[in-house]
Every structure is written in C-alpha cells, then in structure tokens.
C-alpha cells in the first residue's frame, strides 16, 4: 500500500506522515530529507548552487537510508538533526531544481516505495513518484500558520532561526518548489485536498483516517 502526500512546507505532512505510519503500520519515507541530503553532502564538500555538475555527480553517489525511528543516514552516518540546520534549509530548495538530481532521488524513492508499505510525503509523490498510489492527498495551510508551526519546531529543537527568516524561507521555497522545471508541488483532481490552518493535529488524522477507511469499506 502506498498513502501519497503533498504539500507545502509546514502543512504538517510530516507529523501527520508519522502518525499515520505508526496507526496503519506504514515504513514513513521523509523524500525531502533525501534532498537534504544532497544539500548536506554539497556542503560539506564546500560545493554552491552553481557548482550544478559537481553536486549532481555527488547525487549519483551517495546513500540515504531512513530506519524505522525516522532517523535518516548519510554515507551511514546518522544526519537527521543536521539536514535541518539553516545552511541546509537555505540551499535544499534550488538543490532540488537539478533535473538529474531530482531523476536520481525519485529513483531511491521508488525503490524504498516498491520494497515496503508506505506513507511518502514531499512535492511530486502524487504526481511523478506514484502517480497511481492508494491513497493521494494535498494537505495544505496558510503561508502565516506554517512559518509559525516551523518556528515553534525549530525552537523546540534549538535550530537557530528566527520568525521573520523562517517567514521568508517558506516563501521562497513556496515560489521556488510550486516553478520547477520538473517535479513541481501542484494540486489535481485526484488529490484528497485538505487545509489543515485551522485544524488540530487529531482532526487533521481523523479527516486522513475517515478517507482511507472508507475508501477500503467501499471497495
Ligand atoms: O519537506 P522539506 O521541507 O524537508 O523539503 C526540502 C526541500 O526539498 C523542499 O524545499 C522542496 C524539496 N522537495 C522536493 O522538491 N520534492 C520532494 N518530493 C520533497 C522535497
């Protein structure tokens, strides 16, 4: 089985991805820590934006694996808290613009799909990764109520960034992820659409839950 969720930065795809693996027992695929990845590892190779065949060549080698506690592995180095510094986040959005680097992340992403049940969320899972997924949803949110969301993460787990940055990171990921040559986050028709700003983490579940059981009683 494959629950496919799209959506913008800070709608909440990630919380409600982790509930959701743990109630219907899914492995949860986190496919914009495998952009974070590629993001880190050009880092640390002191590579920038324009050093385009450089860091796609580095995504032609490079190993992401997630377990089952979310925790994701750089070339088998444990790099969950890292891939969500600020120097990342800064650079993951165009990093993930690179046609090639995107061909060879969708790939990975297949494959842990193919191999497990799964609940993947990210940009395009619902309409380049699995377009024919089970289950395919938009969950979304107003630009205010995701930079606040995030702010309040980041200062739960002490990442330096203030409002005002996280404000106008998210709207340039926004601009940026929604103008992709390829891969772009959009909404269709066959996406259970739902806007999660004035909704509890419980409720966002139950409107999730409600659609994938039904969608089973009926068939
Ligand atoms: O979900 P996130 O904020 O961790 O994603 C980081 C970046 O990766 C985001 O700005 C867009 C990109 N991304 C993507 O292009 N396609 C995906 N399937 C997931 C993320």
Redesign the pocket.
């Known amino acids: 089985m494959i629950v496919a969720i799209d959506g913008p930065?800070g709608s909440g795809?990630?919380t409600i991805a982790s509930v959701l693996s743990k109630k219907l027992n899914l492995v949860n695929i986190?496919?914009?820590?495998t952009?974070?990845c590629v993001a880190l590892k050009a880092l640390r190779n002191n590579l920038n934006i324009e050093d385009k065949e450089k860091i796609i060549e580095l995504s032609n080698n490079i190993d992401i694996k997630f377990d089952l506690n979310n925790n994701v592995y750089l070339d088998g180095e444990d790099v969950t808290k890292e891939i969500r510094s600020k120097e990342v986040t800064n650079i993951?959005?165009p990093i993930?613009s690179i046609v090639e680097v995107?061909k060879n992340m969708v790939d990975l992403?297949r494959r842990l799909g193919n191999s497990n049940n799964v609940v993947m969320?990210?940009?395009?899972?619902t309409t380049v990764?699995f377009p024919n997924a089970d289950y395919k949803f938009y969950l979304d949110a107003t630009l205010e109520e995701r930079a606040k969301r995030r702010f309040k993460e980041y200062q739960e787990k002490q990442i330096d960034m203030s409002y005002d940055e996280i404000y106008e990171n998210i709207k340039n990921?926004d601009y940026?992820?929604s103008h992709?040559e390829v891969?772009s986050l959009m909404r269709t028709d066959d996406q259970h659409y739902i806007d999660s700003t004035n909704l509890t983490i419980d409720e966002v579940t139950n409107e999730f839950i409600k659609i994938i059981e039904g969608d089973k009683n009926e068939s």
């Open positions: 930065a795809k990630g986190d496919t914009g820590a952009y974070r993951v959005s993930s995107r992403q969320e990210g940009r395009d899972i990764v990921r940026n992820d992709k891969g």
